[in-house]
């Protein structure tokens, strides 16, 4: 069985997948990126289907970002995974949709300016990170089990005395702890 996918341009060579560095330009500043291509051994035609212009894509937002000195796929991954979190809860806990954070990390969409400072402060202060926690009431969601830690228990028997004499009347008088007044006080007067 055959598994090589056959050109769609000549119908006939068989399509291989390349790779090579090309030069790009953005904002006056240049760099070298991969550029993910397909090529027909038979005709020689070369093109990018969907999942090449996606990884093209990519590396080129990765690019931007990094020209426009706003946090990369990578770093935005690194935060997330240092805080121990889900997709899903960053995007929650951040806001911006609820795959955001799956866009941002794969380089698939730029983050706000606002999104990227509030990335780079709670990356830079764990108490920013608790107070946004907090915030959203998502404190739960963020607190490790304790370990149980297993205790010898001791149990003591304890035997209460009371004493009663037999003048002592049983119930409880509340006006007699209210005010007190020596035995010999009223002789002193």
């Given at each position: 069985?055959?598994?090589?996918?056959?050109?769609?341009?000549?119908?006939e060579g068989h399509v291989t997948i390349h790779s090579e560095m090309v030069e790009n330009e953005y904002k006056g500043q240049k760099?070298?990126?991969?550029?993910?291509?397909?090529?027909?051994?038979?005709?020689?035609?070369?093109?990018?289907?969907?999942?090449?212009?996606?990884?093209?894509?990519?590396?080129?937002?990765?690019?931007?970002?990094?020209?426009?000195?706003?946090?990369?796929?990578?770093?935005?991954?690194?935060?997330?995974?240092?805080?121990?979190?889900?997709?899903?809860?960053?995007?929650?806990?951040?806001?911006?949709?609820?795959?955001?954070?799956?866009?941002?990390?794969?380089?698939?969409?730029?983050?706000?300016?606002?999104?990227?400072?509030?990335?780079?402060?709670?990356?830079?202060?764990?108490?920013?990170?608790?107070?946004?926690?907090?915030?959203?009431?998502?404190?739960?969601?963020?607190?490790?089990?304790?370990?149980?830690?297993?205790?010898?228990?001791?149990?003591?028997?304890?035997?209460?005395?009371?004493?009663?004499?037999?003048?002592?009347?049983?119930?409880?008088?509340?006006?007699?702890?209210?005010?007190?007044?020596?035995?010999?006080a009223a002789c002193n007067l």
């Amino acid at each position: 069985m055959n598994t090589q996918e056959l050109c769609s341009l000549c119908g006939e060579g068989h399509v291989t997948i390349h790779s090579e560095m090309v030069e790009n330009e953005y904002k006056g500043q240049k760099a070298m990126l991969p550029l993910v291509f397909k090529q027909c051994g038979t005709c020689g035609s070369d093109f990018a289907g969907a999942s090449e212009a996606k990884l093209n894509k990519r590396a080129l937002m990765a690019y931007r970002k990094q020209v426009d000195g706003m946090l990369t796929g990578e770093e935005i991954t690194a935060l997330r995974k240092q805080y121990k979190m889900t997709q899903g809860q960053a995007a929650r806990l951040f806001g911006g949709g609820p795959v955001a954070f799956s866009k941002y990390e794969n380089d698939d969409v730029v983050q706000s300016e606002a999104m990227d400072t509030l990335l780079r402060l709670v990356r830079r202060s764990k108490e920013a990170f608790w107070a946004l926690v907090e915030e959203k009431e998502m404190r739960a969601e963020f607190m490790e089990p304790k370990p149980v830690v297993q205790t010898a228990v001791r149990f003591t028997s304890l035997t209460l005395v009371r004493r009663v004499e037999a003048r002592v009347d049983p119930r409880y008088n509340p006006r007699e702890f209210r005010r007190y007044e020596p035995e010999d006080a009223a002789c002193n007067l």
